[in-house]
């Protein structure tokens, strides 16, 4: 089991620039979910699927776009990358709706300029 | 809204010091609570939980009691290591949600 993996591991991007963060699970969870957390913030929801064909909504969506296509894989789009977004993002995903356990992958560092 | 309140950082201790790191919630009905750990350069990963009001949750010699009457869920441990240097996040599940909402995080540094 390589549990939630996550590509690529750092990034530049240049203001504007469109990119695709990946997230791929080999535990058949159905729930899965992208989080960013930035320095005295702690860990904020961006969006989160139920399954496949189903996304929602986080706190925090605005410049973000999801697909779930797949049970295995959820990635996570940034159209026109701002400055704002520099952050880590990780993503998750669970069993089950009731988050008694969730699993996170190592995380994407990405920087705007 | 469902929040959660963490205590601030950074804490240093010595080795074998006791550690409580302090964490209070807001929510309607009962969420469930959760304490997560990330050390460097990983993601985070679950340390324990309590899913309803006087459960304990512990793992690794850590322990945090769901504490209804004063919305609280402290971690504590008797007898910190070097190697539990690391952030400590506390979560928080509300009822019916599909998400979790997450303190700032507190990052515990032991040394020797």
């Known amino acids: 089991n390589a549990g939630v993996t996550q590509t690529p591991k750092f990034q530049v991007l240049k203001t504007g620039q469109s990119m695709t963060l990946q997230c791929a699970q080999d535990?058949?969870?159905?729930?899965m979910s992208w989080y960013r957390q930035d320095p005295g913030m702690g860990l904020r929801l961006i969006h989160y699927?139920?399954?496949?064909?189903?996304?929602d909504q986080g706190e925090v969506p605005n410049g973000y776009n999801v697909s779930r296509s797949t049970t295995e894989d959820f990635p996570l789009r940034l159209l026109s990358a701002a400055p704002s977004q520099t952050s880590v993002y990780f993503c998750?995903?669970?069993?089950?709706?009731?988050?008694?356990?969730?699993?996170f992958g190592p995380g994407t560092r990405l920087l705007v300029l | 809204g469902d929040s959660v309140t963490q205590m601030e950082g950074p804490v240093t201790l010595s080795e074998e010091a006791f550690l409580t790191i302090n964490c209070t919630y807001t929510?309607?009905?009962?969420?469930?609570l959760f304490w997560y750990v990330q050390y460097p350069g990983e993601g985070l990963q679950l340390l324990l939980k309590?899913?309803?009001?006087?459960d304990k949750g512990s793992n690794k010699g850590f322990e945090a009691t769901y504490r209804k009457e004063t919305t609280s869920f402290h971690l504590e441990k008797g007898s910190v290591q070097v190697s539990d240097s690391a952030v400590y996040f506390c979560?928080?599940?509300?009822?019916?949600?599909?998400?979790?909402?997450f303190g700032t995080g507190t990052r515990l540094t032991v040394i020797p």
């Open positions: 699927s139920v399954g496949a064909g189903i996304t």
């Open positions: 998750a995903s669970s069993q089950d709706r009731g988050l008694e356990t969730q699993y």
């Open positions: 979560a928080l599940r509300g009822t019916g949600a599909n998400n979790l909402f």
């Open positions: 535990m058949n969870h159905e729930y």
């Open positions: 929510a309607t009905g009962y969420p469930s």
């Open positions: 309590a899913t309803k009001a006087d």
